[in-house]
């Protein structure tokens, strides 16, 4: 496919259950950006990279929140102890060139629901 | 840091009828607007957008208007049709913080056949 993949679509965890989201990027894109979208809400930025360096991580909520890009594609978004407040839709996107001023293709999102 | 303000909330019209969205940035480092569409259950998808060095910019029933001094941007939707029916996001973006896009809370817009 050649469009932004994320997994799994759905994810129901108790309330402090560790989860593992899972995003895997258009080939070739460098830039890659999680956001979360609160039900009604626009996107809110979580974690940039480029290529696999980590670059900007300010909008992580807590150190429950930890991201990685080890070999500078597939991303994977790991919630540790999730609270209920955790629940949202998490999106992926990523685009061609590093930085910003370029169209982000997003992927359809893990929505989370923590009970 | 940028914090992006949008209105309306939610927009109704007939169909055949324009719409125009408004968004407010705070940030004058932004230089990249984008608006993105989203229908229920779905990914955003890029509709238009516009660069801090041009005004205007047109794409078929959809343009964006930008003023940088005022510090905020329009989308107009002319010749509404049903499946323009979605929530619009805009966005701004400042290029040389890494790319990280500030979003709008959203307009739910929906158009009456």
């Known amino acids: 496919g050649a469009g932004v993949s994320q997994s799994p679509r759905y994810k129901v965890a108790k309330r402090g259950q560790d989860v593992a989201l899972r995003c895997d990027p258009i080939s070739g894109h460098v830039s890659l950006f999680w956001y979360q979208q609160a039900l009604g809400q626009g996107p809110e930025f979580l974690t940039y990279f480029q290529n696999e360096a980590q670059l900007d991580k300010s909008g992580l909520p807590s150190d429950r929140f930890f991201a990685e890009r080890p070999e500078g594609s597939v991303s994977t978004l790991k919630i540790q102890r999730t609270q209920q407040e955790d629940s949202a839709v998490y999106l992926c996107a990523s685009s061609y060139r590093p930085g910003g001023g370029e169209k982000l293709f997003f992927g359809s999102g893990t929505q989370l629901s923590v009970l | 840091g940028e914090n992006v303000e949008q209105h309306p909330s939610t927009l109704s019209v007939q169909e055949g009828d324009s719409a125009v969205i408004k968004c407010t940035y705070s940030?004058?480092?932004?230089?990249?607007f984008p608006w993105y569409k989203q229908e229920l259950g779905k990914r955003p998808q890029l509709i238009i957008d516009i660069r801090s060095n041009v005004g205007e910019k047109k794409d078929q029933r959809i343009a964006v208007t930008l003023n940088k001094t005022a510090k905020h941007f329009s989308l107009h939707i002319t010749e509404t049709q049903p499946e323009d029916s979605a929530v619009y996001f805009c966005?701004?973006?400042?290029?040389?913080?890494?790319?990280?896009?500030?979003f709008g809370d959203g307009t739910t817009l929906t158009v009456k056949p």
């Open positions: 940030d004058s480092a932004s230089n990249y």
């Open positions: 966005a701004a973006t400042d290029g040389a913080n890494a790319g990280k896009s500030t």
